[in-house]
C-alpha cells in the first residue's frame, strides 16, 4: 500500500512534495493491529493513509496534502494485493515448472518400464510407467500456459478514484494512471475493475485447477508406495514420513501435502466465483475480503506444487516390483499397450516444451 501511495506521488505530486512522500512511504513504519482496529469503520486504506499522511506531515504539511490525490481506498488495496500476486505468482510458475521437468524426467527415463495400468482401482493391461508420468505432465502443461495468461491478465493497476471515472484528476487522469502503472512494473488499464472481479476469479480457477494436477500425482504415488504395492515411493528423509507411534511406517507425507491442498482450494476459487456480482460501482463484502482468499489459494497452490515438485525429483522407482505384480495379476492376459503409449509419451513430452519455450515465459 506504501508503493502504492509513493509511485501515485511520483507520478502526480509537484516534485518536491512527490520526493517527500516517496521518502517517507519507503522508511513509514504502522501499527498494524491499531489499524485494523480502526478498519472495521469500512476499509483499512482509511486509517492506513490516515496514519500515512500524519508521518508526511510531520516532514512537510504542505506535502501531506498530496497524499492519496485521485485515488480512492479500493484502488490502494486492490493494487497491493496486486503487487504481492505479481511476485507469488511467479513462484508458482517456478514450482510448477520443477513439477513439470520432474514428471518429464520419469516419463523418458521409464519410457520401457512396464507396469499394469489400474482402472476402478483394479489391474488393467501393461503399460510403460513413463506413460502413467506423462499422463501426469500433461495437465501440468496445460496449466502453466493458463496460469502465465491468467496471471498476466489478473495482475493490472487499480486506478480509478471515487467513482472510477479518475474525475478529481482532470484532463491528467490518463497520463498518470500509464504512468503509475509503469512506475510499479503493472500492466496497465483505463478502465477501472472496482466491480469486474472477473480477473481475480479465472486467476483463482486457474491455481486450484494446477493444485488438483499436483494433487492427482500425489493421489497416485500414494497408491502406488501402499506396503501391498510397493511400485513407488517418495524418498525418505530425515523428518519426513516418520510416525510418532509406528517406526515402520513410510507414509507419503509430501502426497499428503498436495492433496491437502487440492482439496482445500476449490472451495477458495469457489468464492472467488462467488464475488462476481458487486452492486453498481464499488460492491459491499466482495472485494474486501478476496486478499485473504486469494492469499491462501497462492499459498495452497505453490505448497501441494512444491510438495509433488519434491516428490517426483526423489521418486523411488521399483521396477521388480512392477514386474511380480504384473504376473501376478495379468498372466493369463496377452494384450499389451505399450507401442501406442510410446506415441503419447512423445506427445507429451512436446507438449511440455512447448509450454516451457521462451514464447510462453510469464
Known amino acids: 500500500m506504501a508503493r502504492f501511495e509513493g509511485a501515485l506521488a511520483r507520478v502526480s505530486a509537484p516534485a518536491a512534495h512527490a520526493d517527500i512522500i516517496s521518502r517517507v512511504c519507503e522508511t513509514a513504519r504502522f501499527d498494524a493491529a491499531a489499524l485494523a482496529r480502526e478498519g472495521r469503520a469500512g476499509t483499512l486504506a482509511i486509517p492506513f493513509v490516515k496514519a500515512l499522511t500524519a508521518q508526511v506531515a510531520a516532514v512537510s504539511k504542505e506535502a501531506a496534502k498530496h497524499v492519496h490525490h485521485g485515488a480512492t481506498s479500493q484502488d490502494v488495496i486492490d493494487t497491493a494485493i496486486v503487487l504481492c500476486l505479481k511476485p507469488a505468482c511467479e513462484r508458482v510458475d517456478v514450482l510448477t515448472v520443477r513439477l513439470g521437468d520432474a514428471a518429464a524426467r520419469i516419463a523418458r527415463e521409464h519410457s520401457g518400464t512396464r507396469t499394469a495400468a489400474r482402472t476402478l482401482l483394479q489391474p488393467a493391461l501393461p503399460v510403460p510407467f513413463g506413460w ?10 496445460r496449466s502453466l500456459i493458463a496460469l502465465r ?7 493490472v493497476l487499480q486506478f480509478g478514484g471515487p467513482s472510477g471515472t479518475l474525475s478529481a484528476l482532470g484532463e491528467r487522469g490518463e497520463r498518470i494512471s ?3 502503472a509503469r512506475e510499479l512494473g503493472l500492466r496497465g488499464s483505463l478502465v477501472p475493475w472496482h466491480s469486474a472481479r472477473d480477473g481475480f476469479a479465472r486467476l483463482g480457477a486457474e491455481l486450484a485447477i494446477l493444485a488438483g494436477a499436483a494433487g492427482k500425482i500425489g493421489r497416485d504415488v500414494s497408491l502406488l508406495m501402499q506396503h501391498e504395492v510397493g511400485e513407488a515411493a517418495e524418498a525418505a528423509a530425515p523428518g519426513r514420513g516418520g510416525s510418532s507411534s509406528m517406526p515402520h511406517k513410510r507414509n507419503p507425507a509430501l502426497s499428503m501435502i498436495a492433496l491437502e491442498a487440492a482439496q482445500r482450494t476449490p472451495g477458495l476459487a469457489a468464492t472467488l466465483l462467488g464475488q462476481l456480482t458487486p452492486e453498481h460501482e464499488r460492491g459491499l463484502g466482495q472485494w474486501q475480503s478476496q486478499w485473504f482468499t486469494l492469499r491462501e489459494l497462492v499459498c495452497a497452490t505453490a505448497s501441494g506444487t512444491a510438495a509433488m ?3 517426483l525429483e526423489g521418486l523411488e522407482v521399483n521396477e521388480q516390483a512392477m514386474r511380480k505384480n504384473l504376473e501376478a495379476s495379468l498372466k493369463e492376459h496377452a494384450q499389451d499397450s505399450l507401442g501406442a ?4 509419451i512423445a506427445s507429451a513430452l512436446r507438449e511440455w516444451a512447448g509450454a516451457t519455450s521462451p514464447g510462453t515465459a510469464p
Request: glycine share 12%; hydrophobic share 65%; proline share 4%.
Open 149 to 155: 495468461r491468467v496471471a498476466g491478465e489478473g495482475c
Open 132 to 141: 502413467k508420468a506423462a499422463m501426469w505432465l500433461a495437465p501440468i502443461a
Open 341 to 344: 503409449a510410446g506415441a503419447m
Open 309 to 311: 515438485a519434491d516428490a
Open 178 to 180: 500509464a504512468e503509475l
